[in-house]
């Protein structure tokens, strides 16, 4: 509460204490006393409670401030029971707690439907250009190596020659927010979820043409295949808002997982391979059309994350560590190597902490969800 109503509550309420106290002693310098007192307990009141430094929302409570989701009733711990504030409360220059790059670029977990029709639409006006300079980059320095016919097996040559390349090119020293390329990277690299020390600019347009060449493999395998917006029962799933490519049957943000091994190369840590790449593009395909794992309806993520103080509380999906243990061992040992990654603590067979200061809970949500979608045997 502001300190002038304050004064002014404590104010009435001291002038009615002095003026009953001035009809029993008829002093008239009771009034004035009572005014005074009111005044100074109404505000040591108000400090002893926080009210006189921080105004609360209209509506909140402290304990309302303080609780967090329960989660689900499959043996994880019940977030409430932490009772933390959540990190997306902290005074940032953010928009709902992720921040927006300096471009004003809003990232796809923050659009609204509108926004993120015009982000697919954007996506899909930067195929065609994308894809030409591919080709004529190959054409002048691996033309030898790599032939764009179109086919499943081209995808692992010219996988593993941009993978050279992009380590080569190693990381940048430039800031995300203060990148003077920022501008010239395709709109999914501007409004996803890159992470500093990031990829140079070249690198990026390689993976973006990489996406470009993939969609035309795979729209010519799939003819069925559509692109649109990301959407998903649950509302934190990681393609919600997303440009994918979909069927009845599965859909996929493209760049995803080519951006996750661009990565891997430019930090110097084992990227995929091109027998890799091609073996994922073949599970796309089946997925599209309906056929093996990817393409069962499950509607649970692989993985939950929850923004604590100071942490994270990460839930994998409970059949992860029951049926893949070694997986979820590999997980933690890579990702407690990770730039910025303070710490990764395993409190249950399914339920991590980690305390990385510099991400929020959709950045390291979609790392998880892409490193699992990589090593999880198919």
């Given at each position: 509460?502001?300190?002038?109503?304050?004064?002014?509550?404590?104010a009435v309420?001291?002038?009615?204490?002095?003026?009953?106290?001035?009809?029993?002693t008829?002093r008239?310098?009771?009034?004035?006393?009572?005014?005074?007192?009111?005044?100074?307990?109404e505000?040591?009141?108000?400090?002893?409670?926080?009210d006189?430094?921080?105004?609360?929302?209209?509506?909140?409570?402290?304990?309302?401030?303080?609780?967090?989701?329960?989660?689900d009733?499959?043996?994880?711990?019940?977030r409430?029971?932490?009772?933390?504030?959540?990190?997306?409360?902290?005074?940032t220059?953010?928009?709902?707690?992720?921040?927006?790059?300096?471009?004003?670029?809003?990232?796809?977990?923050?659009?609204?439907?509108?926004?993120?029709?015009?982000?697919?639409?954007?996506?899909?006006?930067?195929?065609?250009?994308?894809?030409g300079?591919?080709?004529?980059?190959?054409?002048?320095?691996?033309g030898?190596?790599?032939?764009?016919?179109?086919?499943?097996?081209?995808?692992?040559?010219?996988?593993?020659?941009?993978?050279?390349?992009?380590?080569?090119?190693?990381?940048?020293?430039?800031?995300?927010?203060?990148?003077?390329?920022?501008?010239?990277?395709?709109?999914?690299?501007?409004?996803g979820?890159?992470?500093?020390?990031?990829?140079?600019?070249?690198?990026?347009?390689?993976?973006?043409?990489?996406?470009?060449?993939?969609?035309?493999?795979?729209?010519?395998?799939?003819?069925?295949?559509?692109?649109w917006?990301?959407?998903?029962?649950?509302?934190d799933?990681?393609l919600?808002n997303?440009?994918?490519?979909?069927?009845?049957?599965?859909?996929?943000?493209?760049?995803?997982?080519?951006?996750?091994?661009?990565?891997?190369?430019?930090?110097?840590?084992?990227?995929?391979?091109?027998?890799?790449?091609?073996?994922?593009?073949?599970?796309?395909?089946?997925?599209?059309?309906?056929?093996?794992?990817?393409?069962?309806?499950?509607?649970?993520?692989?993985v939950?994350?929850?923004?604590?103080?100071?942490?994270?509380?990460v839930?994998?999906?409970e059949?992860?560590?029951?049926?893949?243990?070694?997986?979820?061992?590999?997980?933690?040992?890579?990702?407690?190597?990770?730039d910025?990654?303070?710490?990764?603590?395993?409190?249950?067979?399914?339920?991590?902490?980690?305390?990385?200061?510099?991400?929020?809970?959709?950045?390291l949500?979609?790392?998880?969800?892409?490193?699992?979608?990589?090593?999880?045997?198919?």
């Amino acid at each position: 509460m502001p300190a002038g109503r304050l004064i002014v509550r404590g104010a009435v309420l001291g002038a009615c204490a002095g003026a009953v106290l001035m009809v029993f002693t008829h002093r008239a310098s009771s009034l004035e006393l009572g005014l005074l007192v009111g005044v100074v307990l109404e505000v040591l009141r108000a400090w002893v409670r926080g009210d006189l430094l921080e105004e609360r929302p209209p509506g909140g409570t402290v304990a309302g401030r303080l609780q967090t989701p329960a989660r689900d009733g499959r043996g994880r711990a019940v977030r409430g029971t932490h009772r933390r504030l959540r990190r997306a409360e902290r005074p940032t220059t953010e928009a709902g707690g992720v921040r927006v790059g300096a471009m004003g670029d809003v990232p796809y977990e923050l659009m609204t439907a509108a926004q993120a029709a015009d982000a697919l639409d954007a996506f899909l006006r930067e195929r065609a250009t994308a894809l030409g300079a591919l080709r004529a980059t190959v054409s002048a320095a691996a033309g030898d190596v790599v032939v764009l016919d179109g086919t499943l097996d081209s995808v692992r040559p010219l996988w593993a020659w941009i993978t050279d390349r992009v380590a080569e090119l190693g990381v940048t020293a430039a800031a995300l927010e203060e990148d003077p390329t920022r501008p010239s990277w395709p709109s999914w690299a501007r409004q996803g979820r890159l992470v500093d020390p990031h990829p140079p600019a070249e690198s990026l347009a390689l993976v973006d043409g990489f996406v470009s060449y993939l969609a035309e493999v795979i729209t010519d395998l799939v003819p069925q295949s559509r692109w649109w917006v990301g959407e998903h029962q649950i509302a934190d799933h990681p393609l919600l808002n997303y440009p994918v490519l979909a069927s009845d049957h599965h859909q996929l943000f493209l760049p995803g997982i080519p951006l996750f091994s661009a990565y891997q190369s430019a930090h110097g840590r084992t990227p995929m391979t091109g027998d890799e790449m091609r073996v994922h593009v073949a599970r796309t395909v089946e997925a599209l059309h309906g056929r093996g794992p990817e393409a069962a309806a499950i509607e649970e993520p692989l993985v939950t994350v929850v923004a604590e103080v100071d942490c994270f509380d990460v839930g994998l999906r409970e059949d992860i560590p029951a049926v893949h243990p070694q997986v979820v061992e590999e997980l933690i040992a890579e990702l407690a190597d990770r730039d910025g990654v303070a710490s990764v603590h395993r409190y249950g067979p399914a339920a991590l902490v980690v305390d990385v200061p510099d991400w929020d809970e959709m950045r390291l949500k979609l790392w998880l969800t892409l490193w699992l979608q990589r090593h999880l045997p198919r």
